[in-house]
């Protein structure tokens, strides 16, 4: 089936570009909104949330995102954002904030980011794995609900951990320790 051979292909072949490649030089908001369409695997013709630039605002308000530096936004910004395009379809912002809040410190964004994009290239190189072009129509639906009750798998098992990591933080943060 054409259709899966162009999601396997997608799903094998689509990333965001590498550390060195992101622009060195500052940008403003409506050319990282542009710039975002290109860096987001899947974003296309059926993608219902593109990145906008009142999302971005958000994102800066609630603390996710660092503020720009004027009206202009860096590499490190377009690391942030990378990765809460990818993030935002599965979790909500507090939790993106624990997690890019642990794994990104001023400075580490290049190692992050690396580390990021090899997660990614894994996770999708699996799931492109199980793309069968050769399946039948009437096995469409099957493969669509085993597709959706792993990412729920998935999801449950995330948000376990997640929890576990709100824990320790408010563990640490207690006066006592405890």
């Given at each position: 089936m054409q259709e899966l051979t162009e999601l396997q292909q997608m799903l094998e072949?689509?990333?965001?570009?590498?550390?060195?490649?992101?622009?060195?030089?500052?940008?403003?908001?409506d050319q990282v909104v542009s710039y975002l369409r290109r860096q987001?695997?899947?974003?296309?013709?059926h993608d219902d949330?593109?990145?906008?630039?009142?999302?971005?605002?958000?994102y800066i308000k609630d603390g996710l995102l660092p503020r720009a530096n004027g009206k202009r936004y860096s590499r490190e910004h377009l690391v942030y954002l990378t990765a809460i395009s990818l993030l935002k379809n599965v979790l909500s912002v507090k939790d993106m904030k624990l997690l890019l809040?642990?794994?990104?410190?001023?400075?580490?964004?290049?190692e992050f980011y690396r580390g990021f994009?090899?997660?990614?290239?894994i996770s999708f190189n699996d799931v492109a794995r199980s793309v069968d072009p050769d399946i039948g129509e009437g096995d469409?639906?099957?493969?669509?609900l085993d597709l959706a009750v792993v990412s729920s798998a998935t999801k449950i098992a995330c948000e376990q951990v997640l929890s576990i990591l709100r824990k320790k933080e408010a563990e640490a943060a207690a006066p006592d320790g405890n």
């Open positions: 072949t689509s990333r965001p570009i590498c550390w060195d490649a992101l622009p060195d030089i500052a940008l403003y908001m987001t695997i899947g974003v296309g013709e949330a593109p990145m906008t630039s009142a999302m971005i605002n958000n809040g642990r794994e990104i410190t001023p400075g580490s964004e290049p994009l090899e997660r990614v290239d469409l639906a099957n493969f669509a």
